[in-house]
C-alpha cells in the first residue's frame, strides 16, 4: 500500500513502527483491545529487506532456557488463534529431532523443557529417521510439537489482523482451519488499525504524546512500540539509547535431495536441530522440503555482521565460511542430500550479547516500548512477544516476566542524547 502524495498528519491511541512479525503482532494485539492503532513500515510490502520475510520457520516446545519453554504454550495457543480467525492453515506438525553430544547442557535444557523422557539413541533415530544420523557419543531427543510455521502467509494474516482490529473467533484445532481465506490486504483501515507501509522514520520526538515523522506524515501518540529489527539502533541512538545489537547477514541454504522424493533425504522427514557440536558451534537447524521441490532448508544459526543497508551488496566471490560448515556437517550427518547447496538465499538475525530478547520501556521515555535482538529464534515466540509489548505500552502487568528481558542487563547503554 504505496504512502500518498500528500503529507499525513494524524493522532492515534498508538504508533507502532515496523510492519514485521513482532511489531505487526503488537499492532494486531493493540488493535484487539479497540485501540486506534497505526503501524508503520519503511518499506512496500511485502518486502524481504528484514527478518520476516521467507515461507517458513521452525517452532518448537523444547528450548534450552526455561523463559523461552514457559511462553510456548501460550505461542502454540495465539498461532491456533490467529489460524482459525485467518482461516488458514499456519503450521504443518512434522516434530522436531533436537540431537548433540550426551549431557551437553543445552540438550539438558531442551530434556527439561518437554517434560518427559523423549531421548532416542542411534538405532531409534535410525529407524524412524533415515535421513539422520547420530554419530559416537551424541544423542538425539524428539519434541513431537515441533513443526513448521507458514512465515509469509502468517505475517500477511496478522497484518490484516492488526488492521481489522477484529474479535477472536472460537479456536480452530491447528492443523484443521475453516475453509475460508484470508482477506485481502487493500481493507486496512477498520475500527482497530491502520497500516502505511513505504514512510521511513526520520524522527521521534519524546513527551507525553509522542510525536513520529516520517517521510510521508507526521503522527502523534501517547504510547509508541518500536519493533523496527536491524534498524532499531539507528532509530534509539537520537533518543540516547545505544543497544548493544548486532545485525548479521544469514546465508539460507537449500540443499538437493539425491534421491528425489526419498523419505530418507527429508521430504517426510522432521525438523531438526543440532547443539553443541564442535564443528558448529553456534547451532545448525534444517526443514524439509517445503519451499522448493526437493530442496531441504537446512541453516547454520549464525552469520556475518553487516549493516542492514549493505545486506544484499555482497561483492562477487565473497566467500560463505558458514556454507562450507554446512556441507561439512551435510556430509555427516544427512547423507541424503547433496553436500554443496543449490540455493543460498539471504536473510538478517538482529542479535544481542547473550542472545536473549530485548523486551522493556525506555529506562527515560517511559511511554517508548522497544522489542529487539530477537537473536533469530522469535518468529515462533512473536504472538507472545506482541502480547508483552502491548501490556507494557498500556502499562498493565505483563502476562509472562519480562526480567530476563531487561535494558538494564547491559550497562552503560543510556547516553546523553545528539
Request: charged share 20%; net charge neutral.
Amino acid at each position: 500500500m504505496a504512502a500518498p502524495s500528500q503529507p499525513q498528519q494524524a493522532t492515534y491511541d498508538a504508533i507502532v513502527i515496523g510492519a514485521g512479525i513482532q511489531g505487526s503482532f503488537a499492532a494486531y494485539h493493540l488493535a484487539q483491545r479497540h485501540r486506534d492503532t497505526l503501524l508503520l513500515e519503511q518499506f512496500i510490502l511485502p518486502h524481504s529487506r528484514g527478518s520476516s520475510h521467507g515461507q517458513s520457520r521452525i517452532t518448537r516446545s523444547a528450548y534450552p532456557r526455561a523463559p523461552y519453554a514457559r511462553m510456548m504454550p501460550d505461542s502454540f495457543r495465539l498461532w491456533q488463534r490467529l489460524e482459525a480467525e485467518a482461516g488458514t492453515s499456519l503450521y504443518r506438525r512434522t516434530g522436531l529431532v533436537v540431537l548433540g553430544p550426551a549431557g551437553n547442557p543445552e540438550l539438558e535444557g531442551c530434556r527439561r523443557s518437554l517434560g518427559a523422557d523423549q531421548v532416542l539413541d542411534a538405532t531409534m533415530l535410525a529407524r524412524r529417521f533415515p535421513g539422520l544420523r547420530l554419530h559416537t557419543g551424541e544423542v538425539a531427543m524428539w519434541d513431537g510439537t515441533g513443526g513448521v510455521l507458514f512465515a509469509d502467509r502468517a505475517l500477511r494474516a496478522v497484518q490484516v489482523g492488526a488492521a481489522e482490529g477484529t474479535e477472536w473467533g472460537s479456536p480452530a484445532l491447528f492443523l484443521q482451519p475453516p475453509p475460508v481465506t484470508i482477506p485481502t490486504q487493500d481493507v486496512f483501515r477498520r475500527h482497530g488499525g491502520t497500516l502505511r507501509d513505504g514512510e521511513k522514520v526520520l524522527h521521534i520526538e519524546p513527551g507525553a504524546v509522542l510525536t513520529v515523522t516520517t517521510t510521508a506524515g507526521v503522527y502523534r501518540a501517547p504510547r509508541l512500540i518500536i519493533a523496527a529489527g536491524a534498524w532499531t539502533g539507528a532509530l534509539m541512538a537520537p533518543l540516547g539509547l545505544h543497544l548493544p545489537l548486532q545485525p548479521l547477514r544469514i546465508d539460507v541454504c537449500y540443499w538437493r535431495e539425491k534421491e528425489p522424493g526419498s523419505p530418507s533425504a527429508g521430504r517426510a522427514g522432521p525438523c531438526f536441530m543440532a547443539l553443541g557440536l564442535s564443528r558448529a558451534p553456534r547451532g545448525v537447524y534444517g526443514l524439509p522440503a517445503l519451499e522448493y521441490p526437493g530442496l531441504v532448508k537446512v541453516c547454520y544459526h549464525y552469520g556475518s555482521p553487516t549493516d542492514p543497508e549493505e545486506r544484499d551488496r555482497a561483492p562477487p566471490g565473497a566467500p560463505h565460511p558458514d556454507v562450507a560448515l554446512l556441507s561439512s556437517f551435510i556430509s555427516s550427518y544427512l547423507p541424503g542430500l547433496e553436500p554443496w547447496p543449490a540455493v543460498v538465499e539471504t536473510c538478517l538475525y538482529t542479535n544481542t550479547p547473550d542472545e536473549d530478547f530485548i523486551l522493556d520501556r525506555h529506562p527515560k521515555f517511559s511511554n517508548i516500548i522497544i522489542g529487539a535482538g530477537f537473536s533469530g529464534h522469535g518468529f515462533k515466540l512473536a504472538p507472545v512477544v506482541g502480547k508483552l509489548l502491548c501490556e507494557l505500552s498500556l502499562g498493565e502487568e505483563p502476562s509472562h516476566s519480562t526480567a530476563p528481558f531487561a535494558i538494564t542487563r547491559f550497562p552503560g547503554v543510556l547516553r546523553a542524547a545528539l
